[in-house]
Nanobody, 122 residues
């Protein structure tokens, strides 16, 4: 069973908005640190936003003020609201989780979804 399933990706114009969702197969994952990561073609996977097991949020500098991470434990769902999208936000976006506290380092996470593509045109 895939632990995490992303949805909500698609195409948007620069300046537009998209909301990504990540549904967890077990409510246990919702007690973990969870985050959104992205990987553009030919580049490494990098952290975008996380909410750790204590509820602390953190964002990569390039999305601060534009993206908001949140979760709804009753729905076993993690969200990423993306506003003021830019072409450089184009990437495959992944949801991930790990027990305990973790930050934006993708190597710290051991449960992953299969990704959802976000494409932003200028």
């Amino acid at each position: 069973q895939v632990p995490l399933v992303e949805s909500g990706g698609g195409s948007a114009q620069a300046g537009g908005s998209l909301r990504l969702s990540c549904t967890a197969s077990r409510d246990t994952y919702m007690t973990y640190s969870m985050g959104w990561f992205r990987q553009a073609p030919g580049k490494e996977r990098v952290g975008v936003a996380i909410i750790d097991s204590g509820g602390r949020t953190d964002y990569v500098d390039s999305v601060k003020g534009r993206f908001t991470i949140s979760k709804d434990n009753a729905k076993n769902t993690l969200y990423l609201q993306m506003k003021s999208l830019k072409p450089e936000d184009t990437a495959m976006y992944y949801c991930a989780a790990v027990p305990g506290r973790a930050g934006l380092n993708a190597d710290s996470y051991n449960y992953w979804g299969q990704g959802t593509q976000v494409t932003v045109s200028s």
